[in-house]
């Protein structure tokens, strides 16, 4: 078994928590470090914070055990080999990362190095960081001796972040010296050579003993590069595929047949060529916003995520369009909203299309009742109930007397609803679905009128109607 390594991690959360309790579960010793109190209190009691599959039950495994809470940054710094920033890097109004959180805590790190450090870059973080990470350091008295800066980014998707932590693709560590590279290797040891896996307790997923994840060493640069790359490129990929169910759209054609065709190339893949109502969270609008800053400061010229944040932009607005054409006008509508969260599996409402559209809608002068399994707490921070807002116990409420069902967010529960029970509930049996979770045939069977992205609208005849009415 691998030795135990002391890691401290810097913030606490998506990317902190989920690594702190994932390295604790390969089996290495964790100080986690928040400044905010609350947070730490909360999470020593044993509150997870976010809606996250397996954090509840790690957390609870490892509480107190292998990991810990405090508010104490230089403790974490002194009893640790390796340190993770995982602090959050928000967008400014330019477009580009804000970086002070990583500084911060870069000098504060700084003030009790004592002995060789490895500081690894967990946050999204644009080129050249790294560097900027060493100069905060050294401005602060430490010599070069003393530590290294690592790039580590991580490449987890919310709602599947753990599996993601632990059957990661790839893990990419950016190293420019040997002791720092070794150091990490280790850290990442049970997963890449398949030990972790042997466990019967291990959490499973597409890696195995057989077919660990791969270590790719790389410079501080290019790791950094790495980051930004793909996830500018899956948000290309989504806003592409968008971009093509409009020209569906007009031309009658069907995008599920199309991004079949496509994904089964084995150069394009099926995966992020489901059409929407356009990407969000807090990772893809920032980075790919970020990357194009760092381009244009550098002189390179990358319009091309310009317009890559137009189509998306674009994307909400051609859904409003939607539910504009189904209802003729939108003032005074009842409408009910399933989903407010960026995608499904998550109670993560950053940059949320589903979000943004709901304000919309507020703006055009609907009453809205919403519904989202993990969401609407932090829906709520954001917009307050009111006359025109309302949160619902489930999608059944949300549907009573509503002229229209709006689906914005792909959750797994909202493909098993009972569509019969819900034309009975709703004042017009309409359903605008910007995730495309269901068949538009059988819509039509059901007596709905059913418009989705990139396909065919259908629209119920009137015996259908009366057929479907009739077997209520």
Same mark, same amino acid.
């Given at each position: 078994?691998?030795?135990?390594?002391?890691?401290?991690?810097?913030?606490?959360?998506?990317?902190?928590?989920?690594?702190?309790?994932?390295?604790?579960?390969?089996?290495?010793?964790?100080?986690?470090?928040?400044?905010?109190?609350?947070?730490?209190?909360?999470?020593?009691?044993?509150?997870?914070?976010?809606?996250?599959?397996?954090?509840?039950?790690?957390?609870?495994?490892?509480?107190?055990?292998?990991?810990?809470?405090?508010?104490?940054?230089?403790?974490?710094?002194?009893?640790?080999?390796?340190?993770?920033? $995982?602090?959050?890097?928000?967008?400014?109004?330019?477009?580009?990362a804000?970086?002070?959180?990583?500084?911060?805590?870069?000098?504060?790190?700084?003030?009790?190095?004592?002995?060789?450090?490895?500081?690894?870059?967990?946050?999204?973080v644009?080129?050249?960081?790294?560097?900027?990470?060493?100069?905060?350091?050294?401005?602060?008295?430490?010599?070069?001796?003393?530590?290294?800066?690592?790039?580590?980014?991580?490449?987890?998707?919310?709602?599947?972040?753990?599996?993601?932590?632990?059957?990661?693709?790839?893990?990419?560590?950016?190293?420019?010296?040997?002791?720092?590279?070794?150091?990490?290797?280790?850290?990442?040891?049970?997963?890449?050579?398949?030990?972790?896996?042997?466990?019967?307790?291990?959490?499973?997923?597409?890696?195995?003993?057989?077919q660990?994840?791969?270590?790719?060493?790389?410079?501080?640069?290019?790791?950094?590069?790495?980051?930004?790359?793909?996830?500018?490129?899956?948000?290309?990929k989504?806003?592409?595929?968008?971009?093509?169910?409009?020209?569906?759209?007009?031309?009658?054609?069907?995008?599920?047949?199309?991004?079949?065709?496509?994904g089964l190339?084995?150069?394009?893949?099926?995966?992020?060529?489901?059409?929407?109502?356009?990407y969000?969270?807090?990772?893809f609008?920032?980075?790919?916003?970020?990357?194009r800053?760092?381009?244009?400061?550098?002189?390179?010229?990358?319009?091309?995520?310009?317009?890559?944040?137009?189509?998306?932009?674009?994307?909400?607005?051609?859904?409003?369009?939607?539910?504009?054409?189904?209802?003729?006008?939108?003032?005074?509508?009842?409408?009910?909203?399933?989903?407010?969260?960026?995608?499904?599996?998550?109670?993560?409402?950053?940059?949320?299309?589903?979000?943004?559209?709901?304000?919309?809608?507020l703006?055009?002068?609907?009453?809205?009742?919403?519904?989202?399994?993990?969401?609407?707490?932090?829906?709520?921070?954001?917009?307050?109930?009111?006359?025109?807002?309302?949160?619902?116990?489930?999608?059944?409420?949300?549907?009573?007397?509503?002229?229209?069902?709006?689906?914005?967010?792909?959750?797994?529960?909202?493909?098993?609803?009972?569509?019969?029970?819900?034309?009975?509930?709703?004042?017009?049996?309409?359903?605008?679905?910007?995730r495309?979770?269901?068949?538009?045939?059988?819509?039509?069977?059901?007596?709905?009128?059913?418009?989705?992205?990139?396909?065919?609208?259908?629209?119920?005849?009137?015996?259908?109607?009366?057929?479907?009415? $009739?077997?209520?």
């Amino acid at each position: 078994m691998s030795k135990a390594i002391q890691i401290a991690v810097v913030g606490s959360g998506y990317v902190g928590l989920v690594a702190a309790v994932c390295f604790a579960e390969i089996g290495h010793d964790v100080i986690c470090v928040d400044n905010d109190e609350r947070k730490v209190a909360a999470l020593e009691s044993g509150d997870t914070l976010i809606h996250e599959k397996h954090l509840p039950e790690l957390l609870v495994r490892y509480r107190n055990n292998r990991i810990r809470f405090t508010t104490d940054l230089g403790e974490a710094t002194r009893e640790s080999e390796a340190i993770f920033i $995982a602090v959050g890097t928000p967008q400014s109004e330019s477009g580009d990362a804000d970086l002070s959180y990583v500084e911060a805590v870069a000098c504060e790190i700084a003030r009790s190095l004592t002995s060789y450090k490895v500081i690894v870059e967990k946050s999204t973080v644009p080129v050249y960081t790294n560097e900027w990470i060493r100069r905060a350091i050294e401005r602060n008295g430490v010599g070069r001796r003393l530590f290294d800066v690592v790039s580590n980014p991580e490449f987890l998707r919310e709602g599947t972040a753990v599996e993601d932590f632990l059957h990661p693709d790839r893990i990419v560590v950016g190293a420019d010296s040997e002791a720092a590279a070794s150091l990490l290797a280790a850290i990442y040891a049970p997963l890449t050579t398949g030990a972790y896996y042997q466990r019967p307790d291990a959490i499973r997923g597409s890696c195995s003993t057989a077919q660990p994840p791969p270590l790719l060493t790389t410079s501080t640069k290019s790791a950094e590069i790495i980051k930004h790359a793909s996830n500018a490129f899956l948000a290309l990929k989504i806003s592409f595929i968008n971009a093509v169910s409009n020209l569906c759209e007009v031309t009658d054609a069907n995008i599920e047949q199309v991004a079949r065709g496509m994904g089964l190339d084995s150069r394009i893949g099926p995966r992020f060529l489901r059409p929407g109502i356009g990407y969000g969270g807090s990772c893809f609008p920032k980075d790919v916003a970020a990357f194009r800053s760092v381009a244009d400061q550098l002189g390179i010229d990358f319009s091309l995520l310009t317009e890559v944040e137009k189509i998306n932009t674009q994307q909400k607005k051609r859904f409003l369009s939607k539910v504009r054409s189904a209802l003729w006008t939108l003032r005074g509508k009842r409408l009910g909203v399933l989903g407010l969260a960026f995608k499904g599996e998550t109670d993560d409402i950053r940059e949320s299309p589903a979000v943004d559209l709901v304000e919309m809608l507020l703006a055009e002068g609907c009453f809205i009742t919403a519904y989202d399994p993990a969401a609407m707490k932090r829906t709520e921070e954001q917009i307050a109930a009111s006359r025109h807002l309302h949160y619902a116990e489930d999608a059944y409420a949300a549907a009573v007397d509503a002229d229209a069902l709006l689906i914005l967010t792909d959750w797994k529960e909202f493909v098993d609803l009972d569509f019969k029970r819900l034309y009975t509930l709703m004042r017009y049996p309409i359903v605008v679905d910007g995730r495309n979770l269901f068949d538009p045939a059988e819509m039509h069977d059901l007596g709905f009128t059913y418009i989705s992205i990139g396909r065919p609208a259908v629209y119920p005849t009137r015996d259908v109607e009366v057929a479907t009415t $009739a077997g209520v």
